[in-house]
T-cell receptor, first 115, second 112 residues
């Protein structure tokens, strides 16, 4: 049963701390997306990768956020330093570029609370 | 997603039909999608329609696409309590790009 996994599922941290969220895309998928969901802003695309190369990170605050794919099985999203306004649910999704209708498969999300 | 707009809430009685509407801005969009998000979970593709189609039916779901008005709708027949969720409309603008643009989501609640 192939699915996107994310760790941790929940994270509570204090302002100023570093937060690292991890995502394992579905094996064989070559695109990875990071989204943030809040009540006020809805679903925002932060960054996405194709074949491990970042294609678009225009939705990401560059001064504190960074996204990487150390290898094809791991994507990371880091926030340093974290702020209360970063509290949200962060979703990772993966897909296969060039597939017929480009379905994105979402992970269960990481719920981040910054105090 | 300012490019894709949908109303935030819809309440329907169990057994009635639900119709969720969406407008998008890019007439060159190739695919349009409906994703469903259940409480505490990620989004899951519910159905999609290619831009050269007007309608697609899949069991209780009917998708209508009006390209002239850039309007997409999702009709759920015989709405059940399990249909309670947030429904996201989304568009794929560029045939060569992988990313899709999501709307803000419509929260569907079911009344007994």
């Amino acid at each position: 049963d192939a699915r996107v996994t994310q760790t941790p599922r929940h994270k509570v941290t204090e302002m100023g701390q570093e937060v690292t969220m991890r995502c394992q895309p579905i094996l064989g998928h070559n695109t990875v997306f990071w989204y943030r969901q809040t009540m006020m802003q809805g679903l925002e695309l932060l960054a996405y990768f194709r074949n491990r190369a970042p294609l678009d990170d225009s939705g990401m605050p560059k001064d504190r956020f960074s996204a990487e794919m150390p290898d094809a099985t791991l994507a990371t999203l880091k926030i340093q330093p974290s702020e209360p306004r970063d509290s949200a649910v962060y979703f990772c999704a993966s897909g296969l570029a060039g597939a017929n209708y480009n379905e994105q498969f979402f992970g269960p999300g990481t719920r981040l609370t910054v105090l | 997603g300012e490019d894709v707009e949908q109303s935030l809430f819809l309440s329907v009685r169990e057994g009635d039909s639900s119709v969720i509407n969406c407008t998008y801005t890019d007439s060159s969009s190739t695919y349009l999608y409906w994703y469903k998000q259940e409480p505490g979970a990620g989004l899951q593709l519910l159905t999609y329609i290619f831009s050269n189609m007007d309608m697609k039916q899949d069991q209780r779901l009917t998708v209508l696409l009006n390209k002239k008005d850039k309007h997409l709708s999702l009709r759920i027949a015989d709405t059940q309590t399990g249909d309670s969720a947030i429904y996201f409309c989304a568009e794929k603008k560029d045939s060569s790009a992988s990313k899709i643009i999501f709307g803000s989501g419509t929260r569907l609640s079911i009344r007994p």
